[in-house]
């Protein structure tokens, strides 16, 4: 068990809608990393946070967008989904520099 | 910008044997990390080892080291005594500091075989 909490561990949903992703990093973690994971593109780096704020952005649609909540939460929500973003949406925090990412059990995410 | 490269889509190795992953990666900075991480049929990932740049000697995990070549920027994984839990897909990955988002290699699929 890495200590990262992801929620739902699945969601089927139809084109145009819109979720929400949840991740809770293990405790005492600042930073919080979303990933998606797809067949075509492999693992990519949406964007970081770090106690609050945003501080690194990856491949991440306008679609899509994150926060990290005071409690060190974070969500990312994809609007206007379409069959594309089908895939493994992973969470991983880490502590400082000095220690590893550590990944939640992911969230697939189907669109049908 | 900062890239990985997997040569190997897939691999096998015969139970109790040893294979050798590769990875070469591509960067202008000279302090940096470099992790291999496993992911199971139940799609967890899962650390397996981590290199820092500025140490020369290699890391080792038990059954599992690398082979970092700095100057060749090269990072390979080496199994030992591999068992069937260890098939698995593989994925080599650099980071510009211990804070950074992660850069993945495509990954190399290994089977076991008992």
């Known amino acids: 068990d890495s200590g990262v909490t992801q929620t739902p561990k699945h969601l089927i949903t139809a084109t145009g809608q819109r979720v929400t992703l949840r991740c809770s990093p293990r405790?005492?973690?600042?930073?919080v990393y979303w990933y998606q994971q797809s067949l075509d593109q492999g693992l990519q780096f949406l964007i970081q946070?770090?106690?609050?704020?945003?501080?690194a952005k990856g491949n991440i649609l306008e679609r899509f967008s994150a926060q990290q909540f005071p409690d060190l939460h974070s969500e990312l929500n994809l609007s206007s989904l379409e069959l594309g973003d089908s895939a493994l949406y992973f969470c991983?925090?880490?502590?400082?520099?000095?220690?590893?990412?550590?990944f939640g059990d992911g969230t697939r995410l189907s669109i049908l | 910008a900062q890239t990985v490269t997997q040569s190997q889509p897939e691999m096998s190795v015969q139970e109790a044997e040893t294979v050798t992953l590769s990875c070469t990666y591509d960067?202008?900075?000279?302090?940096?990390?470099l992790f291999w991480y496993k992911q199971p049929p139940s799609r967890q990932m899962i650390l397996v080892i981590r290199?820092?740049?500025?140490?020369?000697q290699n890391a080792t995990e038990n059954r599992f080291s690398v082979n970092f070549q700095k100057a060749a920027k090269s990072f390979s994984l080496k199994i030992s005594d591999s068992q069937l839990g260890d098939a698995a897909m593989y994925f080599c990955?650099?980071?510009?500091?211990?804070?950074?988002?992660?850069?993945f290699g495509k990954g190399t699929r290994l089977s076991v075989i008992a």
């Open positions: 960067t202008s900075e000279s302090d940096y990390y």
């Open positions: 990955a650099y980071s510009y500091s211990g804070n950074t988002p992660l850069v």
């Open positions: 991983a925090s880490s502590v400082d520099g000095t220690q590893p990412q550590h």
């Open positions: 290199q820092e740049a500025y140490k020369q």
């Open positions: 405790s005492g973690d600042l930073s």
């Open positions: 946070y770090y106690n609050g704020e945003e501080r």
